[in-house]
């Protein structure tokens, strides 16, 4: 698959709210659950997530701090809460890269630390 239609695959799932695979969680993502805790303890990160593509089916895995972990609509409607108003417009940022790495066999895995404004 082509990134172009990576892309917009990537865009139907995030901003359209199209199903996921649960299969493809269990195929491709499972597996790097630990992985995940592990980068996001040693980053500090407050949540990680990563999406993959095959064959034209999406999954999504989101870790939080607490350990407590999303799939796929889940996941994708936590990333909604955490990031509010926001969630679009990072989306729309971010899905060229996930596109690009995917393209490239790559996991794209994003780490995020949530910036806390004292008074």
Known sequence: MTTKKIEKLLIHIFIHQVK??????????VEVLDDLRFSMKKDKDDYIFTVTENRGHVA???????????????????LKNLWSDAYEGNMQKLIPDFARQLHKGELPINGVKVASIEK
Do not use: Q
Not at 22 to 29: D, G, M, P, Q, T
Not at 60 to 78: D, H, Q
């Open 20 to 29: 996921m695979e649960h299969a493809l969680y269990e195929h491709e993502l």
């Open 60 to 78: 999504m895995l989101l870790v939080e701090k607490s350990g407590e972990f999303y799939i796929n609509e889940r996941a994708r409607e936590r």
